[in-house]
């Protein structure tokens, strides 16, 4: 099995990767699945409170029911609370299955080697035989079994871990940052540009009730000019004195 490193940062990549949140707050996503992530090695407490804490490890909890089983809780939540199945069951299914895919993959030292993975139907352990991760100490006694995962054999696994889990994960987030899914997964509104745009200009003379006419301002309905006298004209009779070349004669 891996130390919670490789299984947490398995989770982070899940919350990163998807588009499906289960709260508002991304990171409280990310705790979620990380959680999540390593929920099936909750089978080591029940053997560490009789004193054996690898007795029951990879059994009944490393199965895809188990996954299943989580998944679909966790869906019935969410189709009550937002009327949806199918997206919350895949994506709490998909985090706890992470769990027995790294697991597949780890040097396996102590017996039964390998996983009850299609538990109830079998009770048979399945191991593909792919070493990626290193075989992980520990100590099969309660007393000291959490001091062992302090032992210096360790180190070389916590680094193995980061080297392969740290590059898949900052890969899954630059990816997402630059396709643009950054900000909307974590429910931020995309940078808008530092360009004012002008505020629109009505040129409708209509109200916002309908059918009603707004008051014209001064310069819509400018005041009416002051009134002039009327001039009538007459022909000129040309047989008059006065009115010849303007002269009086």
Do not use: C
Not at 5 to 25: F, N, P, Q, W
Not at 227 to 247: M, V, Y
């Amino acid at each position: 099995m891996p130390l919670p490193i490789a299984h947490s940062l398995m989770g982070y990549t899940l919350a990163e990767s998807s588009s499906v949140r289960l709260t508002k707050s991304f990171w409280l996503d990310v705790f979620i699945l990380m959680f999540l992530a390593n929920l099936p090695d909750i089978d080591f407490l029940p053997g560490y409170l009789v004193g054996r804490p690898n007795l029951y490890h990879h059994y009944y909890t490393h199965s895809v029911a188990f996954a299943a089983l989580v998944g679909g809780l966790a869906a019935l939540y969410f189709w009550r609370k937002r009327g949806r199945f199918w997206p919350y069951f895949a994506m709490v299914f998909a985090a706890v299955s992470s769990h027995l895919i790294l697991d597949l993959v780890t040097v396996d030292e102590a017996p039964p080697y390998g996983m009850a993975l299609l538990w109830p139907v079998t009770s048979r352990f399945y191991d593909i035989g792919w070493d990626v991760f290193g075989a992980v100490h520990k100590s099969d006694a309660a007393h000291d079994f959490f001091a062992s995962l302090f032992h210096p054999a360790n180190v070389r696994v916590v680094l193995i871990e980061f080297m392969i889990m740290l590059p898949i994960a900052a890969f899954v987030r630059a990816l997402r940052y630059y396709s643009g899914g950054w900000r909307q997964a974590r429910g931020q509104r995309p940078a808008q540009s530092s360009r004012r745009r002008a505020a629109p200009v009505s040129t409708s003379l209509a109200a916002p009730g309908w059918g009603q006419a707004r008051p014209r301002t001064s310069e819509e309905n400018p005041p009416p000019r002051p009134a002039t006298e009327s001039f009538e004209f007459k022909p000129l009779d040309l047989d008059r004195p006065e009115h010849r070349n303007g002269h009086n004669h």
